[in-house]
């Protein structure tokens, strides 16, 4: 009998402990890469694909290179104008996509 994926090794690598002990870069980082895996993190930009783009590294967020159009790791998602850190923002997930039984949304 094939063991259940969320008992595999495989879905234990987001772990709760690892979030917060890595602090808010490594999470603004994982969540580049979990927005844009095929490119291993880099942005592309949400409006017309362009991968050309310039770094805005004060606030976070990115320009557009062909449209000139502003845009953050969290656009066009439903984390956009979120208040929440990062790792915060992280930890919600982990917590919420382990829970095997479910987990309320509130
Ligand atoms: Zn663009």
């Known amino acids: 009998m094939a063991q259940h994926f969320l008992l595999s090794a495989a879905a234990r690598t987001l772990s709760l402990r690892a979030i ?3 602090g808010e870069e490594v999470a603004y980082r994982r969540f580049c890469r979990l927005r844009w895996p095929d490119t291993e993190g880099a942005p592309v930009c949400p409006l017309c694909g362009c991968m050309d783009i310039y770094e805005v590294t004060t606030r976070r967020r990115f320009k557009c290179a062909a449209c000139y159009r502003q845009f ?8 956009a104008s979120r208040k929440l850190t990062f790792v915060d923002l992280l930890g919600a997930i982990c917590l919420f996509v382990n829970a095997s039984k479910g987990l309320s949304a509130v």
């Open 20 to 22: 917060y002990s890595e």
């Open 72 to 79: 953050s790791v969290t656009s066009g998602t439903i984390f």
